[in-house]
């Protein structure tokens, strides 16, 4: 499931070992859900893609919940956590740096049809790699107010508050 594990795995790029993991556990028991942003054709919208946000603007309105992919990832990430483990890192402090997701050949098969056709009948799989760093720097927000951007204000509200200062 090529497709499907591409925009998991996108999903999880660049968050916390724990969090990563976290949220796989939430995407198989459907509370939290996975956007999808390329191969998106007959993907259903749903509420819960507006939670994910980039630079205040949600990464897609459509999504769904792959089970299977994220019990897939979720296997990758607790080997990654085990060898961790053993090579004496920081657990609480790995980050998923590097994560892709290839195409792999297919697996063919065929599947017999009425009137004595023929049709192929083959899976989509895929090679998955991933690394992970121990980060030290927690990650913080904007702390300079010359930094933030002003926030816009209609012209209906800036008439609004004129109309209270002359009174």
């Known amino acids: 499931h090529y497709k499907n594990t591409r925009e998991t795995m996108r999903a999880i790029?660049?968050?916390?070992?724990?969090r990563a993991i976290k949220y796989l556990e939430n995407v198989s028991e459907?509370?939290?859900?996975v956007p999808f942003t390329r191969h998106k054709g007959d993907v259903g919208r749903h509420a819960q893609c507006k939670q994910k946000r980039v630079n205040e603007k949600?990464?897609?309105?459509?999504?769904?919940?792959?089970?299977?992919?994220?019990?897939?990832?979720?296997g990758l990430l607790k080997n990654a956590e085990s060898?961790?483990?053993?090579?004496?890192?920081?657990?609480d402090a790995l980050k998923i740096e590097h994560g892709q997701v290839n195409r792999a050949p297919?697996?063919?098969?065929?599947?017999?049809?009425?009137?004595?056709?023929?049709?192929?009948y083959q899976s989509s799989p895929c090679h998955v790699e991933m690394i992970l760093v121990e980060s030290d720097?927690?990650?913080?927000?904007?702390?300079d107010e010359t930094e933030r951007k002003p926030k816009k204000v209609s012209q209906k509200k800036l008439a609004r508050q004129r109309r209270e200062r002359k009174d």
Not at 58 to 74: D, E, F, H, Y
Not at 83 to 91: F, T
């Open 13 to 18: 790029r660049g968050m916390h070992l724990r």
């Open 137 to 143: 720097v927690a990650v913080s927000g904007v702390d």
């Open 83 to 91: 060898n961790a483990e053993v090579k004496g890192l920081d657990i």
């Open 58 to 74: 949600a990464v897609s309105t459509q999504g769904r919940w792959p089970i299977k992919s994220a019990k897939l990832l979720l």
């Open 30 to 33: 459907k509370i939290e859900i």
């Open 106 to 120: 297919k697996m063919r098969r065929r599947t017999y049809r009425a009137h004595g056709r023929i049709n192929a």
